[in-house]
């Protein structure tokens, strides 16, 4: 079954219009987001900058060659994110009351 997704400034502009824009929930879920996007895109540029096979020497000049360890954190963070965005679709979906704007017949044909 497809699902619609929701970008992040499309929930911001839902919020707004569902009337939980200043929800303390609300905010607090999209600052959570946004320090974790912020986190997700140093992770990818150090994984870009770096090689992503890393070198360790756990005995004296022997070389063991292992994954970046950050590439394995990412997908943590992804999910995290992720999460932080359902939770902000839940409360707009939830807690809020879509906004009825314009006149009645506009509305009829809008099937609001």
Known sequence: MARKTATYKE????????????????????NNYQIQKKLIDRISETIEQDETIVAKEYVKD???LQAHPL???LPKHI????????????IVTK???K????DKLSQ???GQ
């Open 108 to 110: 009829f044909t809008n």
């Open 79 to 90: 999910d995290s994110a992720n999460k932080s965005l359902a939770m902000m679709l839940d």
């Open 62 to 64: 022997r070389e063991n």
């Open 11 to 30: 929930l911001m502009q839902m919020a707004e219009d569902y009337g939980v824009s200043e929800n303390a929930l609300f905010l607090s879920a999209a």
């Open 71 to 73: 590439i394995k954190e």
């Open 95 to 97: 807690l809020g009351e």
């Open 99 to 102: 906004k009825i704007t314009g």
